[in-house]
């Protein structure tokens, strides 16, 4: 029997990214991810037996090397779960640069991944791409303007995707909310972000794991963002 195709997660280096990696290779299933910065992270991914790959996605360039060197490893994959992302600030006088940043991670890199891997992915039986998405696009941000618009344009390539794409490849999405603190958030913090929930707890990065094995294993859901946000919608 041959051995299954490799799933690429983009931006796996560390957090949420790094966990469902380190989740997957666990079960077996090979797994390719790109990095932007070297961290420790990539480096337990090495040792793991994951194929690691450098990838600059501020522009259509970095992505085209990229998606190159991908297309040098590997001749088909199970998986793509875009999971790369930034957030750059909207400082005044640079917010063009800002959102041009994270229009080119969020929309851009995903956009031109698809296209150009899509008969990477036809040459497996079963063939996802999800987007990792954000709950925020919900209803948008006051501080986080082109933030949201960017992963909303992301949400958007979901639908486009999974009609061009059905029957063959399942595209869908994610969208998370306070998954995970950063070690300096300080206890003031914690509490107001745990109070804009229904649930009120830090789930950790499992519950993405949960939900991406849940697209990756169900046959008939695709063109679905699924909203992981402890029912903020709700509060």
């Avoid at 932007?36 to 337990?44: H, I, K, L, M, N």
């Avoid at 501020?58 to 992302?85: C, M, P, W, Y």
């Amino acid at each position: 029997m041959s051995a299954p195709f490799p799933i690429l997660i983009t931006g796996a280096s560390q957090r949420i990214g790094l966990h469902c990696a380190e989740r997957l290779l666990a079960d077996g299933q090979p797994v390719i991810v790109s990095y932007r910065s070297e961290r420790p992270g990539v480096q337990r991914l090495r040792d793991l037996g994951a194929i690691v790959l450098a990838g600059d996605f501020s522009d259509e360039a970095g992505v085209l090397r990229f998606i190159a060197q991908l297309k040098a490893h590997t001749h088909g994959l199970r998986a793509i779960i875009h999971n790369a992302s930034t957030w750059q600030a909207e400082t005044p006088g640079h917010e063009a640069a800002a959102l041009s940043q994270m229009l080119s991670v969020h929309v851009m890199a995903p956009y031109l991944i698809n296209l150009h891997c899509t008969e990477l992915l036809r040459a497996s039986p079963l063939a996802d791409i999800v987007h990792i998405s954000d709950d925020v696009v919900r209803k948008g941000s006051p501080n986080r303007i082109a933030y949201s618009a960017s992963k909303a344009a992301l949400d958007n390539l979901t639908l486009s995707f999974a009609s061009q794409l059905a029957p063959a490849i399942k595209v869908n999405g994610i969208a998370p909310a306070m998954i995970l603190f950063n070690p300096d958030d300080d206890a003031a913090y914690r509490s107001k972000a745990l109070s804009k929930s229904a649930l009120g707890i830090e789930p950790g990065s499992e519950v993405i794991y949960q939900s991406l094995r849940y697209l990756l294993d169900n046959p008939y859901v695709t063109g679905t963002t699924l909203t992981v946000n402890g029912g903020r919608h709700v509060k």
